[in-house]
């Protein structure tokens, strides 16, 4: 077998049929309403060993952060920080987070600094979507990539030297109310909205817990009954989200990323009766430009001829035959016995989906 038939069989038995196993309950959904946070900050980076920025509004905050200690600058006077960022700190708040709990920041430079490397960040405040401030950031960074420039103004520079993280970066002052205790029942969102798997779902809670305890809404959602007590709520949920669940095999589908060559044809394609036959068409054009020379007395001047030559190959093509209810080994198989490139995949089951023999939709990333 051949590397490139090699590629192509191990990219399409990617996703052969095999028996599928039961999820956990929690790997299946989320629990409606508890869900991360986004927070933003602005602030400086000081420290900076001559790769800070030249931004006026750099100057501008530094100005700032310093009448706040009671020092003015005079007017006119530019401070010139080349050991100064502005930077603006991001972070996810998780939930059921606690007023004093630390989580990690992200600091990315939105000037033209160079590096945040060895740099510190000064005291940020991280608010939220509703404008409240909902943690405190500060400490000094850790940057994963560098830099290095000579003389001759050459440079070269390994990963993202104007980012870096601070762990536990942040320490969070304000609580998120979460409606997890609230109303008589937790709602369940499924990851892959399914309704065969929300119907398994209410299944195997109402086999476990009772008759009536759970129903679905929709494709979604399903709600199962709960207690009012928090520390109930508690237990029972801990009980819930380890139940096992059988999903519902997804709906066919063949991917196509066209850029890696990447193929994944799912367990339930299958094509009808179909003929294919596909070949290579390759043109070549070489150029061979002449200089010609004029006689010694003609008075000429030199001149290049251009001399073109053009061929046209095409490689020998064969056809393969698809029968009925063809399924995906049977798929793999026909087009490895062809010998088939990624690229000549695409085609052949872009063709066949045109043509209304690929039972199955085609995704093209």
């Known amino acids: 077998m051949t590397l490139r038939r090699a590629f192509v069989y191990t990219v399409l038995l990617a996703f052969l049929a095999t028996p599928v196993l039961a999820d956990r309950l929690k790997d299946l959904t989320r629990i409606k309403g508890v869900r991360n946070n986004q927070l933003v900050g602005y602030g400086l980076?000081?420290?900076?060993?001559?790769?800070?920025?030249k931004a006026p509004f750099t100057n501008q905050t530094f100005r700032n952060m310093m009448s706040q200690f009671g020092i003015t600058l005079p007017d006119g006077v530019d401070p010139k920080l080349a050991n100064v960022a502005a930077v603006t700190v991001s972070a996810t708040l998780p939930p059921f987070a606690k007023a004093g709990q630390e989580v990690d920041i992200t600091v990315s430079s939105i000037g033209n600094a160079d590096s945040l490397r060895g740099g510190t960040l000064l005291m940020t405040a991280l608010k939220g979507a509703d404008d409240n401030v909902y943690a405190m950031a500060q400490g000094s960074l850790v940057v994963g990539g560098f830099g290095a420039q000579g003389q001759d103004g050459s440079r070269?520079?390994?990963?993202?030297?104007?980012?870096?993280?601070?762990p536990n970066g942040a320490t969070v002052e304000r609580e998120i109310t979460s409606p997890f205790t609230r109303g008589d029942t937790i709602t369940f969102n499924l990851l892959r909205p399914d309704f065969t798997t929300a119907r398994r779902v209410v299944e195997v809670v109402n086999e476990h817990l009772g008759p009536d305890m759970a129903y679905a809404h929709d494709a979604t959602s399903v709600s199962v009954r709960a207690p009012r007590d928090p520390s109930q709520r508690v237990s029972f949920l801990s009980i819930l989200e380890n139940l096992e669940v059988d999903p519902a095999e997804d709906a066919a589908k063949v991917v196509i990323n066209s850029r890696t060559g990447t193929i994944v044809v799912g367990q339930n394609v299958k094509v009808s009766p179909a003929g294919v036959t596909h070949g290579n068409l390759t043109v070549t054009i070489q150029e061979n430009p002449e200089v010609q020379q004029p006689n010694p007395f003609a008075g000429g001047e030199t001149a290049v001829e251009p001399d073109s030559q053009i061929a046209v190959t095409e490689d020998p093509a064969r056809m393969f035959r698809f029968g009925p209810a063809v399924t995906l080994n049977e798929i793999v198989q026909a087009v490895n016995q062809v010998g088939a490139a990624p690229g000549d995949v695409m085609a052949v089951l872009e063709a066949l989906k045109q043509a209304g023999a690929l039972r199955a939709e085609l995704i093209v990333i």
């Open 45 to 53: 980076v000081v420290g900076l060993d001559g790769t800070g920025d």
């Open 156 to 166: 070269i520079t390994v990963n993202v030297p104007s980012v870096g993280r601070i």
